[in-house]
């Protein structure tokens, strides 16, 4: 094809990516197509410079979100109006609102003031991109601006301690992650309405899509009518038991037991509160998982994206307290990243989710090799691997099938 023939159809695809008509699958294969482009036409070293320039980006987005700039009542607003509101100078305020239109994070009337548009109302309070931003400002930002002095502090060394690494090192904690975390509720808010919204990668339970959960559930269901026990899937971990949910409306025509194990400021949200399905029901359950899983013999015991939070020790620690309460008619689901073990098929995103995991958790992406010797190390075996068919971004979820090692 020629070349303004390639221009052409490339500005073409905006109106199409624009029809509701347009399916998803073929605006993602695009993105991918962009993507690739966007690689062969920008030399890396370049696009790392871009991304040094663009930092502050992040920072005006926070600090708009921080004075309220998106959760504006008022249709029309000018720097006053935000500096009544927070207290910020009015100085300042006009030079935030001017940043905030130059990044096309609001427009700009006629009359010089400022008006939300699409893409600043996913900023608002509760938005998936404002819980990211503050994620990656207050948190992330800080922990990666101190990674190098956390390195040169542990000489170089691989972080494998839960309790010492990059994040306590920023932070100034010897707790892990998760047990700081209740500590900050507006960080807390944010992970946990971001975990949400990112489960599966564009819906909570993605994974139900491509694991046959019907047939699979079904045989487990004639297995526990045999035994005269009630179906119980276990969610270990499970957050606001989003993923949970998701399976039990996708099989709401077998009675199954659902519970949603997780710290106490998960259960306190959802105290006294039993949601009911057709058939099944969700139970809230306080639960430590380095604790003795209580449930025992349950069918299904499920794992989403926990492990990669935690190094080797925590890991076994966890998958051996879920061992111990599986019997040889139980599932272990384990919903997580698995790499390739070939470097060379290693793409950005899945260096950017294993630097997270290590600089935040002291833990890393595994790959398949990773995953079969950490579940050999708690007597446990992986009887199938399934992936996703779709991509999320350059990187495909997968979910882990494992049963107890004979
Ligand atoms: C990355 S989130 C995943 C949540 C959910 N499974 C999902 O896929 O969205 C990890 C979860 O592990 C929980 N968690 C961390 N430490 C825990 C512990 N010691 N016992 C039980 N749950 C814990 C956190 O509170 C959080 O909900």
Redesign the pocket.
Known sequence: MLLPHLVAAINEAKDIINDPSTKKEDVAQLRQACASLGNALEDPADRLLNQAFQIQDLIIARMGIQLGVFDQSQPIFGPCDVADRSGCDPALASRILRALASLSLLDITQEGKYKLNKSSKSLIDGGMVHDCIILTVDLALKMSANTLAFFESNGYHNPTNASRGAFQHTFETSL?F??W?PSQPRLQNA??RF??A??GGVS?AQWVEWFPVVPKFQELYERSQKDKKSLTFV??????G??AKAVMSRFSHLPCRFIV???P??VKTHDAQLESGEQGSLERME????NKQPVEHAHVY?????L??WPEVQSRQ?LQNIRQAMDQDSVLLI?DWVLSDNPTDMTPEQTRDDWAMMTLFSAPERSESGWQALLDSASLELLNLWTSPEANGSRRSSLLEVVVKT
């Open positions: 892990p998760f047990e975390l992970f946990n975990m949400e990112t489960a909570p969610d270990v971990g499970g957050g606001h989003h993923e194990q997780d710290g400021e998960y639960y430590n998982f380095f499920f794992l989403g994206r926990v990669h939070n966890i919903y």
